[in-house]
């Protein structure tokens, strides 16, 4: 892997959550007042909260939900049916409290901010706002990687710090959302380059182009990919942190980041859709182990998230027909992801309910 900073090469080492309490855990979810099993997904849920936290009375305080924005160089290849000021459109959108992702925040109580990791504008303070871009956009990567490796450095360690002043303030849950147009193309560049599907089987209509731009989007990234091959000599597969560089965003570079420092921290993490889990797949070839800390949220329509979710062997918990971004399946889940906490910390035992448990089946 190309060398960073101490500070970031640390951050790449995650351990996994401790087992030790698994026989502990599974226990105290099957004494509850329930059948055995009977609130599916969320038992699984509750269960993985509890490793990550090491405590059977696990605490969700404090949700956040960080929303990243770039702009990016590949679109003036014509790959998306939107023009670049989109990005900073909706960022105002978002400060102004209109978006989607706005009305699922404050509908269940997620601290929402808004991070400028690269937008090609300008924009006025505003207490939502961290306004940190790394450039005014990433460079086409049809001509040259999308960022210089000083750059995916200042990327990464923005987006960590961004989770670590969260997690001093008591944030126990974060989820990651973004804001980009184009970032389907370096979504589906990256997801092809590090799974090693079929391009097809990774680019998909983004915000909505039509059969024609469907084939001109996909032609162009086939040249983009074939521009930056992988090196012969490089064993093992891509380089992950290179190959974000190279066909990364902005605001996918800082979201990986983020999911490194949330898992270094022992954060649950709410994983969104399609370029979100690409920011993630980067982040667990750099470091299997933040993947034990992931709860994925939904299935994205978009093309080639539920290929990526079956490459991470994940397991969705909501089935919307999704494909909105900005961190709102992960908003949607999250109430869910508390609720599966509750009933851990919360819901009576059999014997402290003074209920009758099922008679044990006779040998």
Known sequence: MTAFSPLLADLFDIAAPSSAMDAALQHAIDIKTKPPGS?????RVAHQIGRIQQSATPDLARPAMLVFAGDHGIVCAGVSPYPQAVTAQMVHNFLRGGAAI????RTHGIELSVVNAGV???FPS??????IPVARGTQNFLDAPAMTHEQLETALAAGAARVVAHASRGTRM??????????TSSAACLMQRLTGLPLAACVGRGTGVDDAGLAHKTATLERALAAHPVSAERRGGPDPLETLATFGGFEIAMMTGAYLAAAKLGLVIVVDGFISTSALLV?????????????????????????M??????????QLGLRLGEGTGAALAMPLIQAAAAFLREMATFEGAGVSEREAESQ
Do not use: K, Q, W
Not at 102 to 105: L, R, S
Not at 298 to 303: C, G, K, V, Y
């Open 309 to 318: 979710l079956d490459v991470l062997g994940a397991t969705p918990l909501l």
């Open 283 to 307: 982040a667990a070839r750099v470091s299997p182990s933040v993947l034990d800390y992931c709860v994925f949220a939904h299935a994205s329509d978009e093309t080639g998230h539920r290929a």
């Open 39 to 43: 609130l599916g997904a969320l038992e």
């Open 120 to 122: 090609a504008a300008d």
């Open 126 to 131: 505003h207490a939502s706002l961290v306004d």
């Open 102 to 105: 706005n009305v699922f925040c």
């Open 174 to 183: 974060i989820g990651f959302g973004e804001m980009g147009i184009g970032n």
